[in-house]
Nanobody, 116 residues
């Protein structure tokens, strides 16, 4: 079955960096576009970054553009999110996601807290 397991979250000071990982299994990872979403306290889940399967074209929400970088390693079936210049408003539960067979799949998320 499709499994997505995020890791790498934690507490970081404003201006700091974190790298999130998402380990994927149960589907043809190299053939699927992948995305990162987040849900901040009291807010709806929002899309923040996506990467396609072949040319690895990427797209970002305006709120994270030029600060976050999404990437993938098809050999290890891992999705990454490099987050730089973190701000308190980046505090959220971060999820990776994909669509397989018309169904959306999500991991359980990893918590990122940006605070001094």
């Amino acid at each position: 079955q499709v499994q997505l397991v995020e890791s790498g979250g934690g507490l970081v000071q404003p201006g700091g960096s974190l790298r999130l990982s998402c380990a994927a299994s149960g589907f043809a990872f190299s053939l699927r576009p992948m995305s990162w979403y987040r849900r901040a306290p009291g807010k709806e889940r929002e899309f923040i970054a996506g990467i396609d399967s072949f040319r690895a074209d990427t797209n970002y929400a305006d709120s994270v553009k030029d600060r976050f970088t999404i990437s993938r390693d098809n050999a290890t079936k891992t999705l990454y999110l490099q987050m730089n210049s973190l701000k308190p408003e980046d505090t959220a539960l971060y999820y990776c996601s994909t669509n397989v067979g018309g169904l959306n799949y999500w991991g359980n998320g990893t918590l990122v807290t940006v605070s001094s």
